[in-house]
C-alpha cells in the first residue's frame, strides 16, 4: 500500500474521532460515528459479539477526499465467492455452538461481520467500527470496553498487519484464516495475533524442497509487492540458496501496476529458467495470467502457493494452456459435516429478506443485498472448504477459551455475570487444546499459529476436460523431518500436458569424472564442467572437486574409480628380460666352452703362459659375473636386493684381482729375466692366491659393513611415475654401494695402469696388451653406466645396470682369452715356448 493512501487513512480516521468526541459533549452524551454510516453486513445479537472483516465485495470505488463536505458512503461491486463462503462458515459455526449443551451451554454467541471490499480505507474503517461500535453512550463503551471479545479476519495479509496494529494495543485478539505473512509471527509487533493457517515460513521454505527434490537448480521467482508476497519470497529465496538453489531473477508487482506486470512478464519470457515460482495472491496472479495469455508464453511449470494454486476463478478456457501442470501446496481440504445443506438450502431463505414478496415489510433493505442476489444460484463446489475450515476452527478456538473463562462446567452452567476483559481472551486462546468434528486437534504455538499442513495439488484435465486440483502429495510439519514431505511424481501431470518432468537448469549436469567450475560473475548454477586431472575422480554427478587417489592408487581413463597402479619392474617374461636372460647365459655357456678348452690344452704354452690357475680362477669369476646379472632380473624381494649388489661386487672385485695378479706376473717375470733378479721368489704362486683373496676379502668386508648397517630393500618408487610403482631395489646405504663400486674402480685402475706399463714388454705374446685393452673397456662401460643409470627411468635403470655388468664381462673375456682361443684353435703352430718368447728358428 502506497505511504500517501496511509496517510490519506489516518487523517480520515483521526477527524471521524475528532467528530465523534465533540458530537458526544454536543448532544446529550450520546456518541457515533459520523461520516461513513456504513453498518455491519451480517449482524446478530448475543450476550458475547464476535467481530469479522471479510472482503465480501472485491472492489471498492473511493469517494473523493477534499474534506470540504462531508465524505460519500463507499460502493463496492464484484462479489467475492471464497470471503463469501467464510462469512457463511463463521455464521454456521456460530448456530453449532449457540445450540450445543457442550460449548457455552446457557451463553449465545452474536455476530458483526463487516465487509471490506477488498480495500484497506474499508478495512480500517470497520476495524474503528468493531471497537466502538456504530452508537454508544459516552462513559460506557467510548471510554470502556469494546462491545466485541474476538475479530476473525482479515484474509489477506497486508490488511490484516493494518488491523492487527489497530487493535493491538487493546488487546483485542484477532484471528486470521487465511494471513499467512510470517511477519505477523512477531509477537512483540503483534501480541494479541491468532492464526488458524501456519505462517508462510512453513511454505516458503517447502517451496525450495519442492523445486529442489526435482532437481530444478535454475528457477525464476515471482512475488506479489506486499507483505505477503515479499516476506514470504524472502523466506524462500533464503532456503533457496541453503539448498543450492539458483534463482535467475527475483522480480515482483503489485495489482495496481500493470507497468511492473509488463515488466515481469518480458522478465519471464526472455529468462532461461523453466521453472516459475510465483509467490502471489490470487488477484495477482489473475493478472498476470491475464498478461501471459496475452503474450503466448507456455510451457513454464509454475510452482505456486495456498493463495492462488486452488483458486477456481483462474479456471477458464484459456488457462489450462498457461496454468496447465502447476504444482503447489494448498491448504488442506476438509469437509465440514452439514455445512453443504447449510449453504446452498437454509441460508438464502433467511439471510435476504428482500427476496420475499413485493408487500413484505423487509423490502427496503434489498439495496443491501443487490449484488449477493446474483448468488442465489449459487453452487459452487461447497465441499472444497479449505479456507471455509479455518474460520470455522478460529470460531470455536474463541468459543472453547471463552468456555474456560465463564468457568462453564458440564453441568450446563456458566458464570455469565463474569466481566471478560479482552486481554483475557489473549492468554485463554494461548492455552487451547481441542479437537473439532472432524478430528481435527486446534492449538496454537508459540507464534499464534496452527501446525503446518499442507497438500501438493497438481492442474490436470479430468476426463471431461474440466481442470481439477489433483493432491499428489502432503507436508506436515507436525511429523519427524524425514517424514514430513511425501510425493508421487508418478502421478503428476507437468506443464503443457507432459508426463515428463521439465529440466530447468543454467548448466547441465556434470557427469562423473569432471567436476563443476564456477564462471566468472554467474551464479553458482552456471559452470563449466572441467575433466578430472590425473590422479584424481570423482564418482557422482555434480561433483565440486575431485578426489585425489590413494598413494598405491590411480584414475582410470574416465576418472571416475581409483585402481591399483600397475607395478613395474624388470620381469623375466617380458622381451627385455628375456634377451637379457639370454646374453647372461650366453656369456656363461660361452665362459665355459673357454674353460673347457684351456683344461684340454692345460699342458700347451700358451694355457701356461701367465700363471694357468690365475686363467681359471678368471674364468670362474666371469661365469659367476655374468650369473649375477640375472639377480637383477625379477621381483626385488628383500633378499634378491642385498644378494644382487653384494654378489655384483665381489664377483667383480674376484674377476679384477686375477686380471690384477696377471699383470703384476708379466711385470714380475720381466724383471727376472734380468741378470741377477730374484724377483720371482716375492711373488709366486702361492703369493699371487694369497693377493687375490686379500683384494676379494676386502670387498667382502665392505659388502658385510653396508648389509649390516644399512642394507638394500625392496621399494615401491611412486615419485617418477604417477600412474605406476616401480618395484626396485632401495640402495640403503649410499655411502655402501659407493664404496663398492669405488672399490672396484680402484681396483680396475691399478690393473690399467700396470698393464699400459707392461704393454711394451719384449715378447711375441705380451698379455699386458689385452689387458690394457681389456682394461680400458671396463673403465669406459663403468664410466658411461654412472650418468645411464641415474638418468634411466623405472625397470630401465636395472637393464642399464644389467648391461654394464654383462659389457664389462663379455669385454674381460673377449680381450683376455679371445687372442689365445684364436691359436689355440686356428694356429696351433704359434703354441709353442719358442714363438711364446719370440725366439722363432731362422728360415734356411
Given at each position: ?81 471464497i ?10 459455526a ?13 451463553v449465545?454467541?452474536?455476530?458483526r ?79 494479541s ?72 512478464v ?16 490470487q ?41 496447465g ?6 491448504v ?102 481441542f ?35 489433483k ?11 524425514d ?7 508418478e502421478?503428476?501431470?507437468?506443464a ?52 585425489q587417489?590413494?598413494g ?45 678348452l ?5 699342458d ?15 674364468l ?18 628383500e ?57 676379494t ?53 691399478l690393473?690399467?695402469i ?50 654394464a ?5 663379455f ?6 682369452f ?27
Open positions: 500500500m502506497h505511504l500517501r493512501s496511509i496517510s490519506r487513512i489516518i487523517i480520515f480516521l483521526c477527524i471521524l474521532l475528532l467528530f465523534c468526541c465533540l458530537h458526544a459533549k454536543a448532544e446529550k452524551n450520546i456518541c457515533h460515528m459520523i461520516g461513513d454510516s456504513k453498518y455491519p453486513l451480517l449482524s446478530k445479537d448475543g450476550d458475547i459479539i464476535i467481530g469479522a472483516l471479510f472482503a465480501i465485495h472485491s472492489k471498492e470505488t473511493l469517494p473523493s477526499f477534499d474534506f470540504t463536505q462531508k465524505p460519500q458512503q463507499l460502493f463496492c461491486s464484484s462479489v467475492n465467492l470471503d463469501f463462503r467464510m462469512a457463511q462458515t463463521m455464521i454456521f456460530i448456530q453449532e455452538i449457540n445450540t450445543s449443551v457442550n460449548l457455552l451451554p446457557n449465545s454467541i452474536g455476530y461481520i463487516y465487509d471490506t471490499c477488498g480495500s484497506r480505507l474499508s478495512s480500517m474503517s470497520a476495524t474503528m467500527a468493531l471497537l466502538n461500535g456504530q452508537e454508544f453512550a459516552v462513559g460506557e463503551r467510548c471510554n470502556g470496553q469494546s462491545p466485541i471479545h474476538a475479530i476473525i479476519g482479515e484474509t489477506e495479509s497486508s490488511a490484516t498487519v493494518i488491523m492487527s496494529r489497530t487493535t493491538g494495543p487493546f488487546k483485542i485478539p484477532v484471528i486470521s484464516p487465511s494471513a499467512t505473512c510470517e511477519c505477523l509471527s512477531n509477537k512483540k509487533s503483534y501480541p495475533f491468532f492464526r488458524t493457517i501456519a505462517s508462510d515460513y512453513h511454505q516458503s521454505r517447502a517451496l525450495a524442497y519442492i523445486v529442489k527434490h526435482f532437481g530444478w537448480s535454475w528457477v525464476g521467482a515471482v512475488n506479489s509487492d506486499n507483505d505477503y508476497g515479499n516476506n514470504g519470497m524472502a523466506i524462500f529465496l533464503k532456503t533457496a540458496q541453503e539448498e543450492g538453489i539458483c534463482v535467475e531473477y527475483s522480480v515482483k508487482f503489485y495489482r495496481t501496476e500493470p507497468d511492473k506486470l509488463q515488466k515481469v518480458q522478465t519471464i519470457k526472455m529468462g532461461t529458467a523453466k521453472v516459475i515460482v510465483a509467490f502471489v495472491s488477484v495477482e496472479m489473475g493478472n498476470l495470467f491475464d498478461q501471459l495469455s496475452i503474450e503466448n508464453i507456455t510451457d513454464f511449470q509454475m510452482i505456486g502457493v495456498e493463495a492462488w494454486i486452488t483458486a477456481k476463478s483462474l479456471i477458464t478456457p484459456n488457462s489450462f494452456h498457461v496454468l501442470g502447476s504444482l503447489g501446496f494448498a488442506r481440504k476438509i469437509d465440514i459435516e452439514g455445512f453443504a445443506d447449510y449453504a446452498i438450502n437454509k441460508f438464502w431463505n433467511t439471510a435476504f429478506p428482500c427476496s420475499k414478496t413485493e408487500g413484505n415489510s423487509y423490502a427496503f433493505n434489498c439495496s443491501l443485498y443487490q449484488d449477493l442476489l446474483a448468488l442465489k444460484k449459487y453452487n459452487e463446489d461447497v465441499n472444497e472448504e479449505r479456507y471455509s475450515s479455518n474460520v470455522y476452527k478460529a470460531v470455536y478456538a474463541v468459543a472453547n477459551s471463552l468456555h474456560n473463562l465463564l468457568q462453564c462446567t458440564k453441568q450446563g452452567h456458566c458464570e455469565k455475570g463474569l466481566t471478560i476483559q479482552p486481554h483475557q481472551v489473549v492468554e485463554a486462546l494461548k492455552n487451547i487444546n479437537t473439532i468434528k472432524t478430528g481435527d486437534r486446534v492449538w496454537f504455538d508459540k507464534t499464534g499459529a496452527v501446525v503446518a499442513q499442507y497438500e501438493v495439488v497438481n492442474w490436470q484435465k479430468d476426463s471431461d476436460g474440466s481442470v481439477q486440483f493432491p499428489v502429495g502432503y507436508y506436515d510439519a507436525s511429523l519427524p523431518p517424514h514430513r514431505f511425501v510425493l508421487s511424481a502421478n503428476i501431470i507437468w503443457g500436458g507432459k508426463l515428463q518432468k521439465p529440466k530447468s537448469v543454467c548448466s547441465e549436469s556434470c557427469p562423473p569424472g569432471t567436476r563443476k567450475a564456477a564462471l566468472k560473475g554467474r551464479p553458482v548454477c552456471c559452470y563449466d564442467c572441467i575433466p578430472c586431472a590425473d590422479g584424481e575422480i570423482s564418482n557422482k554427478t555434480d561433483s565440486n572437486n575431485c578426489k587417489c590413494p598405491e592408487y590411480w584414475s582410470n581413463a574416465e576418472k571416475d574409480q581409483c585402481f591399483l597402479k600397475a607395478i613395474e619392474f624388470l620381469s623375466f617374461t617380458e622381451v627385455m628380460g628375456i634377451l637379457l636372460v639370454f646374453f647372461s647365459l650366453f656369456g656363461v655357456g660361452l665362459t665355459t666352452l673357454v674353460a673347457i684351456f683344461y684340454s690344452k692345460k700347451t704354452p700358451i694355457v701356461k703362459a701367465n700363471n694357468s690357475e690365475l686363467s681359471f680362477l678368471l670362474f669369476s666371469l661365469t659367476l659375473c655374468f650369473l649375477c646379472s640375472l639377480t637383477f632380473i625379477g621381483q626385488p624381494t633378499w634378491s636386493c642385498m644378494l644382487r649388489h653384494t654378489a655384483f661386487g665381489i664377483t667383480f672385485v674376484l674377476c679384477i684381482s686375477c686380471v690384477l695378479g696377471k699383470t703384476i706376473v708379466v711385470l714380475m717375470a720381466f724383471k727376472a729375466t734380468l741378470p741377477g733378479s730374484n724377483v720371482m721368489k716375492w711373488f709366486g704362486p702361492v703369493q699371487q692366491r694369497l693377493s687375490v683373496l686379500a683384494f676379502f676386502i670387498q667382502i668386508l665392505i659388502c658385510v659393513l653396508w648389509i649390516t648397517l644399512s642394507p638394500p630393500v625392496s621399494y615401491k618408487n611412486m615419485k617418477y611415475y604417477h600412474e605406476k610403482i616401480i618395484l626396485e631395489c632401495s640402495l640403503g646405504s649410499t655411502i655402501g654401494f659407493s664404496a663398492v663400486l669405488g672399490y672396484i674402480g680402484l681396483l680396475a685402475i690393473c690399467f700396470l698393464a699400459f706399463l707392461a704393454r711394451t714388454l719384449p715378447d711375441n705374446f705380451n698379455e699386458a696388451k689385452f689387458i690394457t685393452f681389456s682394461m680400458l673397456i671396463f673403465c669406459a662401460v663403468w664410466i658411461t653406466f654412472i650418468p645411464a643409470y641415474v638418468s634411466s627411468p623405472g625397470k630401465f635403470t636395472v637393464a642399464v645396470e644389467i648391461f655388468i654383462l659389457a664389462s664381462s669385454g674381460l673375456l673377449f680381450c683376455i679371445g687372442p689365445k682361443c684364436f691359436i689355440i684353435l686356428f694356429r696351433p703352430e704359434q703354441n709353442t715356448k719358442q714363438h711364446m718368447m719370440g725366439k722363432n728358428p731362422s728360415k734356411s
